[in-house]
């Protein structure tokens, strides 16, 4: 079979967060009862007239100077026309050939590569309703999403990245950035971030380019390196067979793992676009942009290069803390209270990673405090508790948001006596004769688990300190 290559470009929209819609003072929040949050401009009545709203302005200007834009001085509001019955007016407010920022770039890494993805524009739209299925041929619409300020990133033509793997990590880091500048909650679940790959496949080595595929609204890092690796062999198989591949806007069905035919794929003329006559041209002074830039905080990589130098911490684990910045400022703040980088670390990305992903919750949502993590681990090295009463507490800590101390004394003392602790170290001694005799005659690797074992038969109350020590005086005797 012949050898082909895959040319990957993307579209992210990203819902911002502001108080109001972007052309209305309706309330902009996700979910909420059908059509209450909703007025004639965001409805499209007649005679209703758009007010620009500042701070989506800004959050643009701010999401672009973090991917290295220019900043357009004269950016101007354009009409898209398009016929849907999530569009209320049958235009969607929208910037086309003066968007806020432009020549933008992004670089990711994958397998140790670093590929620098360009970015064509960052440009201010309003998103649309949203409309609901339902059985037979009938359909709801819910106009509280309408009007919402959306930002739209795409990247350049011809495409940067060819492999699925790199669309993840593009999509992965813009999610990060967005997130840490403050324009973006990122949650794509709630379809606030939400990404179209487009994608063509041409033959290695080949000048022409394939024909262009998009897929639509993937809500998802896995769906969209999913949807891509099966779209990119769908064509490849066309291709092999003879036949041509048609431009084409498809869905993604995320049980059975495949696209499917949605639209033709519309050209720019078919939107005649041009300026919305009820907005006046954005004036973007340099002013105005130093300003933006003067607030803008620590971004991920400086934060990432950051936490390997100052903390000490391994390239995986400054990568994982780094990628929100919730996550960033707990970790440095809980660092400041105990003074142990890698316990924090592996906390968090740990048993507190793990029950934040099982509730689907963001740490900020957390119960769980910088203080109450870092008094956990202070209470560990001070031997009050074991680590594996730590799992236990900390789980309990997560539920109830109860203090790792109080919790601790609610369980009961831990057993520091020697003797105590001797007796325990026999009884598993004499339950495993053999692990011990091996111990003994140097198999080193059966120490950490006869630790383990002792620290099970006391229920994980015996002090860990005195449990290695003992155990090591019983070797040495024999």
Same mark, same amino acid.
């Given at each position: 079979?012949?050898?082909?290559?895959?040319?990957?470009?993307?579209?992210?929209?990203?819902?911002?967060?502001?108080?109001?819609?972007?052309?209305? @003072?309706?309330?902009?929040?996700?979910?909420?009862?059908?059509?209450?949050?909703?007025?004639?401009?965001? #409805?499209?009545?007649?005679?209703?007239?758009?007010?620009?709203?500042?701070? %989506?302005?800004?959050?643009?200007?701010?999401? +672009?100077?973090?991917?290295?834009?220019?900043?357009?001085?004269?950016?101007?509001?354009?009409?898209?026309?398009?016929?849907? &019955?999530?569009?209320?007016?049958?235009?969607?407010?929208?910037?086309? /050939?003066?968007? #806020?920022?432009?020549?933008?770039?992004?670089?990711?890494?994958?397998?140790?590569?670093?590929?620098?993805?360009?970015?064509?524009?960052?440009?201010?739209?309003?998103?649309?309703?949203?409309?609901?299925?339902?059985?037979?041929?009938?359909?709801?619409?819910?106009?509280?999403?309408?009007?919402?300020?959306?930002?739209?990133?795409?990247?350049?033509? &011809?495409?940067?990245?060819?492999?699925?793997?790199?669309?993840?990590?593009?999509?992965?880091?813009?999610?990060?950035?967005?997130?840490?500048?403050?324009?973006?909650?990122?949650?794509?679940?709630?379809?606030?971030?939400?990404?179209?790959?487009?994608?063509?496949?041409?033959?290695?080595?080949?000048?022409?380019?394939?024909?262009?595929?998009?897929?639509?609204?993937?809500?998802?890092?896995?769906?969209?390196?999913?949807?891509?690796?099966?779209?990119?062999?769908?064509?490849? +198989?066309?291709?092999?067979?003879?036949?041509?591949?048609?431009?084409?806007?498809?869905?993604?069905?995320? +049980?059975?793992?495949?696209?499917?035919?949605?639209?033709?794929?519309?050209?720019?003329? /078919?939107?005649?676009?041009?300026?919305? &006559? /009820?907005?006046?041209?954005?004036? #973007?002074?340099?002013?105005?942009?130093?300003?933006?830039?003067?607030?803008?905080?620590?971004?991920?990589? %400086?934060?990432?290069?950051?936490?390997?130098?100052?903390?000490?911490?391994?390239?995986?684990?400054?990568?994982?803390?780094?990628?929100?910045?919730?996550?960033?400022?707990?970790?440095?703040?809980?660092?400041?209270?105990?003074?142990? &980088?890698?316990?924090?670390?592996?906390?968090?990305? @740990?048993?507190?990673?793990?029950?934040?992903?099982?509730?689907?919750?963001?740490?900020?949502?957390?119960?769980?405090?910088?203080?109450?993590?870092?008094?956990?681990?202070?209470?560990?090295?001070?031997?009050?508790?074991?680590?594996?009463?730590?799992?236990?507490?900390?789980?309990?800590?997560? %539920?109830?948001?109860?203090?790792?101390?109080?919790?601790?004394? %609610?369980?009961?003392?831990?057993?520091?006596?020697?003797?105590?602790?001797?007796?325990?170290?026999?009884?598993?001694?004499?339950?495993?004769?053999?692990?011990?005799? +091996?111990?003994?005659?140097?198999?080193?690797?059966?120490?950490?688990?006869?630790?383990?074992?002792?620290?099970?038969?006391?229920? @994980?109350?015996?002090?860990?300190?005195?449990?290695?020590?003992?155990?090591?005086?019983?070797?040495?005797? @024999?």
């Amino acid at each position: 079979m012949a050898e082909y290559e895959a040319l990957i470009g993307m579209e992210v929209h990203a819902e911002l967060l502001t108080e109001s819609k972007m052309f209305c @003072g309706c309330r902009n929040a996700f979910g909420g009862e059908p059509n209450s949050r909703c007025c004639p401009v965001c #409805i499209g009545l007649p005679g209703a007239l758009p007010v620009m709203n500042k701070k %989506a302005v800004e959050h643009v200007i701010r999401t +672009a100077l973090a991917l290295n834009c220019t900043i357009t001085p004269n950016a101007k509001f354009d009409r898209k026309n398009y016929y849907y &019955p999530d569009l209320p007016k049958g235009y969607q407010i929208s910037e086309y /050939d003066a968007p #806020i920022g432009v020549n933008g770039w992004l670089d990711i890494e994958v397998d140790g590569k670093e590929t620098r993805v360009r970015i064509r524009r960052v440009h201010l739209e309003e998103d649309t309703g949203k409309l609901f299925h339902v059985v037979g041929n009938v359909s709801h619409v819910d106009y509280n999403r309408s009007g919402v300020p959306l930002m739209e990133i795409v990247t350049e033509f &011809p495409p940067d990245m060819t492999t699925p793997e790199q669309a993840r990590a593009y999509l992965v880091k813009l999610r990060s950035i967005l997130t840490y500048i403050g324009v973006s909650d990122g949650k794509m679940e709630e379809g606030s971030l939400r990404c179209e790959p487009n994608l063509s496949v041409r033959l290695r080595g080949s000048e022409t380019f394939g024909t262009k595929t998009e897929i639509k609204n993937l809500n998802s890092f896995r769906a969209v390196y999913r949807g891509i690796q099966y779209e990119v062999g769908r064509q490849i +198989a066309m291709l092999e067979r003879g036949e041509k591949v048609v431009q084409e806007t498809r869905g993604w069905n995320d +049980a059975k793992g495949q696209t499917f035919p949605q639209r033709s794929k519309e050209e720019a003329h /078919d939107y005649r676009y041009f300026p919305e &006559p /009820d907005l006046v041209p954005l004036q #973007i002074s340099e002013a105005w942009v130093e300003e933006i830039r003067s607030t803008m905080p620590e971004l991920p990589d %400086a934060a990432r290069r950051r936490f390997v130098q100052q903390y000490g911490l391994p390239a995986y684990d400054a990568d994982v803390l780094t990628q929100t910045r919730a996550a960033a400022l707990f970790f440095e703040e809980t660092v400041r209270q105990c003074n142990d &980088p890698k316990a924090v670390s592996n906390w968090m990305m @740990g048993d507190f990673a793990r029950l934040l992903n099982a509730e689907n919750r963001e740490i900020g949502e957390s119960r769980v405090t910088p203080k109450m993590l870092a008094e956990m681990i202070l209470l560990i090295k001070d031997g009050t508790i074991s680590g594996k009463m730590a799992k236990e507490l900390f789980e309990k800590m997560f %539920a109830t948001g109860e203090s790792p101390r109080k919790l601790a004394e %609610a369980a009961g003392p831990q057993i520091t006596d020697s003797g105590a602790i001797q007796a325990i170290i026999a009884k598993v001694i004499g339950e495993m004769p053999d692990v011990w005799a +091996a111990l003994c005659a140097g198999d080193e690797k059966k120490f950490g688990f006869m630790v383990g074992q002792v620290m099970k038969a006391s229920q @994980g109350k015996a002090n860990p300190q005195e449990v290695n020590r003992l155990l090591r005086e019983r070797m040495q005797q @024999g």
